[in-house]
C-alpha cells in the first residue's frame, strides 16, 4: 500500500496523522480522502486508500510542490518522481501538500516542523516562489532539515539546488530558429519561413524565468539575429488560459514555434499550437509524454531534473549525510537540464540541426560558449 497522503490547512495543530485530500489548501478542511495520481499521458486516476502509519525508524519526508499543483505534466509531477524513486529505492514514507497560494507556503512548511507523528526527517520546498517562507521558517525550526529548489535560503538546515536553466534553453533556441528559417512540416504543425519567428511564454516574471528567457533568446539570436523572438510573462503558473492567449497572439503575429516555462499554464500553449497548426517546446519534463495528446505539435522539452535534487536530498539524510548551506547547481555537464526530442517529432527534425545542437551542448559544456542568464544582455 502507498505510505503517501496530502495534507490539507487546517491550522498548525491540524498536522496529526496527516490525512488529507488533494487540491489547495482550506482552512478547517475535515476530508480524509487519499488520492493516488498515476501518469497515463496527460490523463490522472485517482484511487481512495487508507493513510498507513510510518514505523518509527522509517525516513519520513514532506513535500510542499509549488503553485499549480500534481498533473501539471511539469514541474511538480517532476519533483515528485524524486519522492517515488526514493521510496521504491530507499524505503522511506512522504507525504505531500499542494497549496494553491503563495501565502500558504509558510504554514505547511511549519506544519510538518511541527509535527510528532510522524517526525519528518526533510522537507523539500519545491519552487523558488518559497524562499520568503523558508526563510523564516527554517530561523524558527533550526532543529528541521529543509530542502529547496530552485533558490537559496542561507541557513544551515537547508540545503539549495539550483539548475542552469539558460543553458538546455540555449539548446531549445537554437533548434527553434534554425527550424523556423526552413520550411518544416510534422504532426499537426508546420513553419513559415518567410516570419522567421518565435516566441516565449513565461509564468511569473522573476529572474529565475527570465534566466529561461535569456538562454532561448541567445540560441535563437546564435542561429540568425533576424529571428524575432516574442516575449509574453502571463503571472501566473496555472493558467492553461493565459498561456492559450499568449501564445495565439505570437502564432497570429507569425511565430512558428512558442516556448514555455510556466507549469500549467503551459497546457494552453499546446493547445494554441494544435489550433494554428504550428509548434512548441515543453519544459521541465518530456511534455510530449506528460502531455501526450500534445505530442503532434511538441517539438521537443528542456527537461530540467528537479527528480534528481529530491531524490539526492533524501537519500543525504538517509545516509546521514545532510549538508545544510550547500548550495548544488546542475547545469548540462551534470544532466541537470537537458534538450529532449519530442516522442513523436523528434525523428522528423533533420540531423543536419541536431547535430548543430549536439556540437553547442559539447561547446557549452566546455566553456566555449557562454550563455547570459539575463534576457537584457541579449
Do not use: W
Request: charged share 20%; glycine share 10%; proline share 3%.
Amino acid at each position: 500500500m502507498d505510505r503517501r497522503s496530502f495534507v490539507k490547512a487546517a491550522g498548525v495543530a491540524g498536522i496529526a496523522g496527516l490525512a488529507g485530500c488533494t487540491g489547495g489548501p482550506s482552512e478547517g478542511s475535515e476530508d480524509t480522502t487519499t488520492t493516488e495520481a498515476t501518469e497515463t499521458g496527460d490523463e490522472e486516476t485517482t484511487a481512495s486508500e487508507e493513510t498507513t502509519t510510518a514505523s518509527d525508524d522509517e525516513t519520513n519526508v514532506g513535500m510542499v510542490y509549488a503553485t499549480g499543483g500534481l498533473g501539471d505534466g511539469s514541474f511538480n509531477d517532476q519533483a515528485q518522481q524524486g519522492a517515488i524513486r526514493a521510496q521504491e529505492e530507499l524505503g522511506i514514507s512522504y507525504n505531500e501538500s499542494q497549496p494553491d497560494e503563495v501565502s500558504q507556503f509558510k504554514t505547511f512548511q511549519q506544519q510538518y516542523a511541527e509535527s510528532t507523528d510522524p517526525n519528518y526527517d526533510l522537507v523539500c520546498c519545491i519552487g523558488f516562489l518559497q524562499t520568503d517562507a523558508l526563510t523564516e521558517t527554517s530561523e524558527a525550526y533550526p532543529d528541521q532539515n529543509f530542502m529547496l529548489v530552485d533558490s537559496v535560503v542561507d541557513a544551515p538546515n537547508v540545503a539549495n539546488y539550483t539548475f542552469a536553466e539558460h543553458e538546455g534553453s540555449y539548446l531549445v533556441g537554437q533548434m527553434a530558429g534554425l527550424l523556423t528559417t526552413q520550411e518544416f512540416s510534422a504532426g499537426a504543425g508546420s513553419t513559415s519561413p518567410d516570419s522567421a519567428s518565435v516566441g516565449f511564454v513565461g509564468g511569473v516574471e522573476s529572474d529565475l524565468i527570465k534566466k529561461f528567457e535569456a538562454g532561448y533568446k541567445a540560441g535563437v539570436k546564435a542561429t540568425n539575429e533576424d529571428v524575432e523572438v516574442l516575449t509574453n510573462y502571463t503571472g501566473s503558473f496555472n493558467d492553461p488560459a493565459a498561456g492559450k492567449t499568449a501564445a495565439l497572439a505570437m502564432y497570429n503575429n507569425g511565430a512558428d514555434i512558442v516556448y514555455h516555462a510556466s507549469g500549467n499554464t503551459g497546457t494552453g500553449v499546446f493547445q494554441a499550437a494544435q489550433e494554428q497548426g504550428k509548434f512548441a517546446i515543453g519544459v521541465d519534463r518530456d511534455q510530449s509524454v506528460t502531455k501526450s495528446s500534445y505530442a503532434d505539435v511538441i517539438l521537443a522539452s528542456m527537461v530540467k531534473r528537479v527528480n534528481t535534487a529530491v531524490y539526492n536530498s533524501i537519500e543525504s539524510i538517509v545516509n546521514d549525510e545532510f549538508s545544510g548551506g550547500d548550495i548544488v547547481t546542475l547545469g548540462l555537464d551534470a544532466n541537470g537540464v537537458e534538450l529532449v526530442y519530442g516522442d513523436s517529432l523528434g525523428s522528423e527534425i533533420p540531423s543536419s540541426i541536431t547535430d548543430e545542437v549536439s556540437a553547442s551542448r559539447e561547446a557549452i559544456i566546455a566553456g566555449d560558449v557562454s550563455v547570459p542568464t539575463d534576457p537584457s544582455n541579449v
